[in-house]
């Protein structure tokens, strides 16, 4: 048996480990049987011991596996494990915040155990059972609670008329909060309820006025069909200020600016220079013959007569309107008004004239003669301070008369005159 020294790094001599009990390959005869870790060779087969090629680093060598230690064992407890509570059948034990609202929402709005305070509102001839606590989030029936007398247990809310569901819906909020995404189905199922829910969480000083505001006008006008839709709910609300005068506003915005860019109505890119002046006004050489129609434009056009007299004032002479002149809007004009007096809309109103009208700039002007140096002064002819704008003006209808001769006789006396 040939036995050879290895070499380990510090270059000491020692023997070489067993092949039977050594932890890596070693290849046997001339077959190339391969033993493992910890293996003996099959019996069977003759065992052909032969020098290593190559010296093995010790370092490299394994080390063998050593048991894994068990964790210690827990110290011993004095004190009895508690008892699992009875599960509520609104899972009030869930630490879930929804969870929360859910029970507050069914036990205490629905089925109205516990109340402390009736909420009366005649418009509607309804009342509503509630909490105090709960009706403190706003800060308006905060006050009215502080102000009750003592023992008075009825809060009288003096609110225009509205539907039925919009102060449920809102005094569902405040047991529950609305989500965006019931936000968002009444924004687009109930059109008019949100509008209404909007104008009472104002009245009651609530954030979620915010909220709805912001969804509406993030995603309440992405095209024709839903602008149009807005327009026929917001009529009710022309009066109101504040909030209603933002959404009346947005809505005016889309239909001049973000709808022709959407139907590509007017060419940003294609314009005359022809340079044609009407008396001190440039009109950039606007012609209709020369001017290729649009699609776009006609669709707009089509759009804008169907629109109430009020809107359709305010799109037609509104800035934004991305028109190339004032005579482009003149001739968009004309067409919009030969489109609607085919509608039924335009039955019940009275004449609608359009022209265009010369507004005077003299105030600007004055203040930069004052601001000009007294030798650089100049007289400016009214003329030149004229700008051209159109306007639409609408004659009311006069009522249909029937002429009444008994109103006009002369009544005869008996008495003949001697």
């Known amino acids: 048996m040939i036995t050879d020294m ?19 390959m070693a290849a046997t005869g001339s077959t190339g049987h391969y033993y493992q870790q910890g293996s003996s060779p099959s019996m069977g087969h003759q065992q052909v011991t032969q020098a290593m090629p190559m010296a093995v680093p010790m370092m490299n060598h394994p080390l063998p596996m050593q048991p894994q230690q068990q964790p210690p064992p827990p110290p011993p407890t004095f004190f009895p494990s508690p008892v699992p509570s009875r599960p509520s059948p609104y899972g009030y034990n869930d630490p879930d915040s929804q969870t929360y609202c859910n029970y507050l929402y069914q036990v205490g709005f629905l089925q109205g155990n516990f109340s402390d305070i009736t909420v009366s509102i005649p418009s509607i001839a309804k009342t509503f059972t509630l909490h105090s606590l709960i009706l403190s989030r706003s800060p308006y029936l905060y006050q009215r609670l502080i102000q009750l007398e003592d023992n008075a247990t009825v809060i009288e809310l003096d609110y225009g008329p509205v539907l039925p569901d919009a102060f449920q819906t809102i ?6 909060p609305l989500a965006h995404q019931d936000m968002t189905y009444l924004m687009n199922e109930k059109p008019q309820l949100y509008l209404e829910l909007i104008g009472i969480a104002e009245y009651l000083e609530l954030p979620l006025k915010d909220m709805l505001m912001h969804v509406l006008l993030s995603q309440g006008f992405n095209n024709e069909t839903s602008a149009l839709r807005w327009v026929h709910y917001l009529q009710p609300f022309a009066t109101h200020s504040g909030w209603a005068k933002t959404v009346d506003d947005r809505l005016v915005q889309y239909l001049t600016r973000g709808l022709s860019t959407q139907l590509e109505a007017f060419s940003t890119s294609v314009k005359m220079s022809g340079g044609v002046v009407i008396g001190k006004n440039p009109t950039h050489g606007y012609m209709t013959s020369k001017t290729i129609p649009l699609r776009g434009m006609t669709d707009l056009a089509n759009l804008y007569a169907t629109l109430p007299w009020i809107y359709l004032k305010r799109c037609l002479e509104h800035p934004d309107l991305p028109v190339q002149d004032t005579i482009q809007r003149y001739c968009f004009t004309k067409k919009v008004l030969h489109l609607r007096s085919s509608t039924a809309i335009a039955q019940g109103e009275g004449l609608i004239t359009v022209g265009l009208r010369f507004d005077g700039q003299q105030q600007q ?9 007294t030798s650089t002064k100049k007289r400016f002819d009214d003329k030149d301070t004229m700008v051209m704008t159109l306007s639409l003006i609408k004659t009311p209808r006069r009522k249909q008369g029937k002429w009444d001769p008994s109103l006009y006789e002369v009544e005869s006396s008996d008495e003949e005159e001697p």
Do not use: C, D, E, V
Not at 6 to 24: A, D, E, W
Not at 365 to 373: L, S, T
């Open 6 to 24: 290895t070499t380990n790094f510090n270059q000491q001599h020692i023997s070489s480990p067993n092949f039977k009990t050594s932890g890596y």
């Open 365 to 373: 002007q004055q203040q930069q003669q004052q601001q000009q140096p």
């Open 171 to 176: 005094f569902t909020h405040l047991y529950r």
